[in-house]
């Protein structure tokens, strides 16, 4: 870059816990290329709030704005303009309610400053109308960031040129949470089961997510209670929070071997994740599945429509099982592979060479590279 400084904008609507790592890192290396990153984001609505998982980014590193949420939550406008004028390149997410990036990609045109998308490009959820305007975003932007390989598949076959993807192989630290594990002893196990009320020699379900609707959540409590029934000394542990955390705390009350712990973040989560033999989640599945493989957890979901792009990472029989979208057919999967041990092991070991493959470092590389990539490219409006 000839060490000129060059300014470059991530708009987020808010910072989760999960992504935090993710910028500072990421600024820590562009910087190292004369690039100087900032992340402008707001805070969260009354529905994300519920989620307790939004956080502040380092002075150094994000830029907190004031944001308007209009119809009903449907749309927001956040208060970033002057922050993103200056910019040689604007990354912001692959969403139709943000009123930002719609301004931002009509202006590109007009404006030697490049717009660039970061997303998962498949858009299985959300309104006729989101599902519409996410579609007709899909080739215009000056360069696309795309959460894994199957996003990438998905935009060429689009018509979205392959020189301005880049495939980030979207990812978590995860290495914090596996070095939190392998920290924990053998009694602190003991005396967490004993907490819990759960018996040294019983098996343990494992969820740990945000608590709402595309979750699943109604199925993984009624595979549950089947799975008790042929295991009398199966448990389901539950961690996370929500809007629906009122269903999982009824669940709890009525039965004293689904124990919900509410929220754990970063080191925390690692004794349940330490406890569980495998992590249950019959819904959508995202980046929580890499948290799993960093501790060598094998995932058990089901084949439903809306998972993000990350279940690309799961490889049924390898790694984790992926059953019908059937409460019956799920729970019979929990019990067979909690039965046999040899098929346990094997996805345990698979569990944890994924979690050696996928990781936060490479996700940092693999995006700065894009971001100097984009920010060399011939640019060209004639894809839009």
Same mark, same amino acid.
């Given at each position: 870059m000839n060490g000129q400084k060059n300014k470059v904008v991530i708009v987020q609507n808010t910072v989760r816990q999960y992504r935090a790592r993710f910028y500072v890192d990421l600024h820590r290396r562009l910087a190292q290329d004369g690039i100087d990153l900032r992340v402008v984001y707001s805070d969260p609505n009354p529905w994300e709030a519920a989620k307790r998982d939004c956080v502040d980014v380092n002075g150094n590193v994000g830029i907190k704005v004031r944001a308007r949420w209009l119809v009903g939550d449907h749309l927001v406008y956040q208060q970033a303009w002057r922050h993103v004028q200056d910019a040689r390149l604007v990354i912001v997410e692959h969403a139709s309610r943000y009123l930002l990036t719609h301004a931002l990609l009509a202006s590109r045109v007009m404006s030697s400053r490049k717009v660039a998308i970061f997303g998962h490009g498949i858009h299985n959820t959300g309104t006729r109308v989101g599902k519409f305007l996410r579609q007709r975003m899909l080739r215009l932007p000056d360069w696309?960031?795309?959460?894994?390989?199957?996003?990438?598949?998905?935009?060429?076959?689009?018509? +979205?040129?392959?020189? %301005?993807? !880049? *495939? +980030?192989?979207?990812? %978590?630290? !995860? *290495?914090?949470?596996?070095?939190?594990?392998?920290?924990?002893?053998?009694g602190e196990i003991t005396a967490l089961r004993g907490a819990l009320g759960i018996a040294t020699d019983a098996r343990v379900g494992l969820f740990c997510g945000s608590l709402y609707s595309h979750k699943h959540l109604p199925m993984l409590i009624a595979s549950a209670a089947l799975i008790r029934a042929r295991l009398p000394e199966f448990h389901l542990v539950i961690v996370g929070d929500g809007p629906d955390r009122s269903l999982v705390e009824k669940a709890a009350a009525s039965h004293s071997w689904i124990h919900y712990v509410g929220p754990r973040f970063n080191d925390a989560r690692a004794p349940y994740f330490r406890l569980a033999d495998l992590l249950l989640n019959p819904g959508l599945v995202g980046l929580g599945i890499l948290d799993a493989f960093a501790v060598g957890l094998p995932v058990i979901t089901a084949d439903i429509p809306i998972h993000c792009p990350e279940i690309e990472y799961l490889e049924d029989g390898h790694n984790g099982i992926v059953t019908p979208d059937d409460p019956v057919l799920y729970a019979e999967a929990v019990v067979r592979t909690l039965g046999e041990r040899d098929l346990l092991g094997r996805l345990r070991e698979g569990a944890s060479?994924?979690?050696?493959?996928?990781?936060?470092?490479?996700?940092?590389?693999?995006?700065?590279?894009?971001?100097?990539?984009?920010?060399?490219?011939?640019?060209?409006?004639?894809?839009?």
């Open positions: 696309w960031f795309a959460y894994t390989a199957r996003t990438m598949r998905f935009l060429l076959a689009q018509g +979205v040129p392959a020189d %301005i993807v !880049t *495939d +980030v192989q979207n990812a %978590i630290d !995860t *290495d914090s949470l596996a070095r939190a594990a392998g920290r924990i002893e053998a060479r994924s979690g050696r493959r996928y990781t936060l470092g490479n996700m940092v590389e693999n995006f700065a590279g894009g971001v100097k990539a984009c920010l060399e490219h011939k640019r060209s409006l004639t894809h839009a």
